[in-house]
Nanobody, 123 residues
Framework: QVQLVESGGGLVQAGGSLRLSCAASGSLFRLNTMGWYRQAPGKQRELVASITSGRSTNYADSVKGRFTISKDNAKNTVYLQMNSLKPEDTVAYYC?????????????????WGKGTLVTVSS
């Protein structure tokens, strides 16, 4: 099993920045894809960004140029640097991972999930 623990969420003003972290533990063998998803109340969970062990990245169009995903293999941690935050970025963010190489956007492609961290952007 894989455990994912997010941190770094909080309250920020529009235009500000936050960095989310996700620490993975447990059975990390061949954990080839990690990513961030977000979900607003009553809506489907959607991809924010993902990164593979080969450092191939995938971003939602709504965050391109503002958010950057990265990973530190030594720390088994993936990060999401969020700049130029907008009020519409206010949702819960979830860390996800899978052993497969996954370049798609569906949350069904990920088997392991964190409990989420809330980001609130005030206008």
């Amino acid at each position: 099993q894989v455990q994912l623990v997010e941190s770094g969420g909080g309250l920020v003003q529009a235009g500000g920045s936050l960095r989310l972290s996700c620490a993975a533990s447990g059975s990390l063998f061949r954990l080839n894809t990690m990513g961030w998803y977000r979900q607003a109340p009553g809506k489907q969970r959607e991809l924010v960004a993902s990164i593979t062990s080969g450092r191939s990245t995938n971003y939602a169009d709504s965050v391109k140029g503002r958010f950057t995903i990265s990973k530190d293999n030594a720390k088994n941690t993936v990060y999401l640097q969020m700049n130029s935050l907008k009020p519409e970025d206010t949702v819960a963010y979830y860390c996800a991972a899978d052993r497969a190489y996954y370049s798609g956007s569906s949350p069904n492609g990920m088997n392991y999930w964190g409990k989420g961290t809330l980001v609130t952007v005030s206008s």
